[in-house]
Structures are given as C-alpha cells and as structure tokens.
C-alpha cells in the first residue's frame, strides 16, 4: 500500500532543511507503516516548555535549526506510540536517505551517526544502541520519532 503525507504534514516540513524533507518525503512512499509529521521546525519558547517537562533533554536540539522532524506511526487512523511500528517507519527513512545521498540519525540508535550505511535492520540498530549502553552502566534513551539531518 502507498502512502501520502497530509497537507498538516506537509505543512509541518516548512523551514526544514530541504534535504531532510527529502527523506521525508521519499520514505512515505517506501514504508509499510503510515506516518504523519508532528513536528518540525520549533521556537526556543517550544522547546524551553518540552525541556522543563522533561519531553527533550536539551536546548540545542536540532529543531531549532531545521534538521530535524518528529514522526508519527498511524495503524489505520489511529495514532501510535507502539516502539515496534517505529523501526519499520525507520526503515523506510533509511531506504529513503540511502537513495538519496543524505545522512539521517534516527533516535532510537544514537550511537549510529547515518542510518542510510548501516548494515541491518533499524530494529538491530536499536537493540545495538540499547546493549552498548547497558554494557556502559547507562540507560537508553529511545525517542523512536525523532529523526535528524547530520550536518
């Protein structure tokens, strides 16, 4: 089945760096998982707010600048937080920044600089990223929506 972003999505991709958007825009052709933009470009007010409840973890996230974009899983026209649906949105993002040039992060593998080299699926990335830092006595921190140009 094919996707399409909505135009809210589509609305959400302004002031993103035009690569990024790219991506975006290929994988949602790519994926079996439906997805949806909830967010893109952000201002500092937005992002101090998500800091102090805890939502991000720091002043220099990459949505202030542009690259970086916050997907959404959908089953049918449910939204979804579902971990598992995340890998497979991931999956079609690297596809996506495999054929088009671009190096893509995706925040549920952090230690993974692009996503498009890496060898596997997006699932064995993330439980690569989990184990490391369990082996280094740290927690992880999975944001599987987040996606960001590496610039």
Same mark, same amino acid.
């Given at each position: 089945?094919?996707?399409?972003?909505?135009?809210?999505?589509?609305?959400?991709?302004?002031?993103?760096?035009?690569?990024?958007?790219?991506?975006?825009?290929?994988?949602?052709?790519?994926?079996?998982?439906?997805?949806?933009?909830?967010? @893109?470009?952000?201002?500092?007010? &937005?992002?101090?707010? !998500?800091?102090?409840? $805890?939502?991000?973890?720091? /002043?220099?996230?990459?949505?202030?600048?542009?690259?970086?974009?916050?997907?959404?899983?959908?089953? @049918?026209?449910?939204?979804?937080?579902? !971990?598992?649906?995340?890998?497979?949105?991931?999956?079609?993002?690297? &596809?996506?920044?495999?054929? *088009?040039? *671009?190096?893509?992060?995706?925040?549920?593998?952090?230690?993974?600089?692009?996503?498009?080299?890496?060898? $596997?699926?997006?699932?064995?990335? /993330?439980?690569?990223?989990?184990?490391?830092?369990?082996?280094?006595?740290?927690?992880?921190?999975?944001? $599987?929506?987040?996606?960001?140009?590496?610039?």
């Amino acid at each position: 089945m094919t996707f399409k972003l909505s135009s809210r999505s589509e609305a959400k991709l302004e002031g993103l760096d035009p690569r990024l958007v790219a991506v975006v825009k290929l994988a949602i052709h790519k994926t079996k998982i439906d997805f949806g933009v909830i967010c @893109g470009m952000r201002t500092t007010e &937005e992002q101090k707010a !998500l800091v102090a409840k $805890g939502a991000s973890q720091t /002043m220099k996230s990459k949505h202030l600048q542009g690259y970086a974009v916050d997907l959404m899983a959908y089953i @049918g026209s449910r939204a979804s937080w579902e !971990l598992n649906l995340y890998d497979d949105v991931a999956d079609a993002m690297a &596809e996506a920044a495999r054929e *088009v040039d *671009v190096p893509i992060r995706w925040g549920a593998s952090w230690h993974i600089s692009n996503i498009a080299q890496f060898q $596997g699926t997006m699932e064995d990335a /993330m439980n690569e990223y989990i184990d490391t830092r369990r082996t280094q006595g740290r927690r992880p921190f999975i944001d $599987g929506p987040h996606f960001e140009l590496m610039v």
